[in-house]
């Protein structure tokens, strides 16, 4: 099964060094809808924009866990810029994910990923500018 979504990305990326395969699309099919399922949770919505950047994201995470690469930590301060609980919540998506897969994913993995979905959550909740 392959998404509009998945398709915009694969297009987007077409040109680069590792355009999306077969192998990426299943992957991405197993990921992206529980990344989808749990924005819905929290009431967050994601605009044209925003999923084609969460999709970027979730494309070199799903490849990483395939190959089993991990990212180097990043600086404690980031986390500062996630909202509570939402750090907690996004460990468990991501452990939904890596666990069937063998893959140990580590705090990086769960910030890059909880920082999509803060900036969305924000997004959405500035005021529109007025003309």
């Keep these: 099964m392959t998404t509009p979504l998945i398709e915009r990305l694969a297009t987007a990326v077409q040109d680069t060094a590792r355009p999306v395969t077969d192998e990426d699309r299943a992957d991405l099919t197993a990921f992206l809808p529980l990344a989808q399922v749990y924005a819905q949770t929290c009431g967050i919505a994601f605009d044209e924009t925003r999923s084609l950047a969460l999709a970027v994201h979730a494309l070199a995470f799903v490849r990483r866990v395939r190959e089993a690469e991990h ?3 990043l600086d404690d301060d ?45 997004l959405q909740h500035q005021p529109t500018a007025q003309a």
């Design 78 to 122: 980031l986390a500062a810029e996630v909202a509570p609980g939402r750090m907690a919540a996004v460990r468990t998506l991501v452990d939904t994910y890596c666990t069937p897969r063998d893959f140990p994913a580590r705090d990086t993995e769960v910030l890059l990923l909880a920082l999509h979905f803060e900036a969305a959550a924000q």
């Design 71 to 73: 990212l180097d930590a």
